[in-house]
């Protein structure tokens, strides 16, 4: 089946960089964007960007462009999402998200970034 | 960055009634782009609804999605004790961006 599975939960100190991963199974890897969304604690969710994992191209969000990085390798069906210069206000799950036709049909299980010195 | 409001923010009702959820847009959306989310506690978002009014595979047809232009809504026809959750409009038509999202209690 169809399955986007995404790395551990990670906890960084403030102005530190993290990676998530987000694996992809069950379908051609670069048929459909990746898009990253986020939710901060009791919040709701927040559009990161996007990368198309055929050519690479990316599309960010103006509010993280400057710290976030997407990327992806092929060889391995994976996506990943980098955020630098950390806050504590970054503390949130990190989502991955298969978009078809205008809407994200398959999620990751959600990876908690926490931010605390 | 076209803007979407969601009302109300809780709507608490009785199994087997109407939920009726609103999502409005600070500027036009293409109908293609508006899509509806379910979100239960602890877990990721899932697709109801995609092109405003087309259910995603396996949503029951209790949820309809309806609308155009800047004025959508979600309708859950008949409420069943599982539809508890937060729901979520998005838009891809400039960028992307979410509502705030509606909670909906079963009483």
């Known amino acids: 089946q169809v399955q986007l599975v995404q790395s551990g939960a990670d906890v960084k100190k403030p102005g530190a960089s993290v990676r998530v991963s987000c694996k992809a199974s069950?379908?051609?890897?670069?048929?459909?964007?990746f898009h990253w969304v986020r939710q901060a604690p009791g919040q709701g969710l927040e559009w990161m960007g996007w990368?198309?994992?055929?050519?690479?191209?990316?599309n960010y969000a103006q509010k993280f462009q400057g710290r976030v990085t997407m990327t992806r390798d092929t060889s391995i069906s994976t996506a990943y999402m980098g955020l630098s210069s950390l806050r504590s206000d970054d503390t949130a799950i990190y989502y991955c998200a298969r978009m078809v036709a205008g809407g994200m049909d398959v999620w990751g299980q959600g990876t908690t970034v926490t931010v605390s010195s | 960055e076209i803007v979407l409001t969601q009302s109300p923010g809780t709507l608490s009702l009785s199994p087997g009634e109407r939920a009726t959820l609103s999502c409005r847009a600070s500027?036009?959306?293409?109908?293609?782009?508006l899509a509806w989310y379910q979100q239960k506690p602890g877990r990721a978002p899932r697709l109801l609804i995609h092109?405003?009014?087309i259910r995603a595979t396996g949503i029951p047809d209790r949820f309809i999605g309806s609308g155009s232009g800047t004025d959508f809504t979600l309708t859950i026809s008949r409420l069943e004790p599982e539809d508890s959750a937060v729901y979520y409009c998005?838009?891809?038509?400039?960028?992307?961006?979410f509502g705030g999202g509606t909670k909906v209690e079963i009483k």
């Open positions: 069950g379908y051609t890897f670069t048929d459909n964007y």
């Open positions: 998005h838009q891809y038509t400039t960028s992307l961006t």
């Open positions: 092109g405003a009014s």
């Open positions: 500027q036009s959306v293409r109908s293609t782009y």
């Open positions: 990368i198309d994992p055929n050519g690479g191209g990316t």
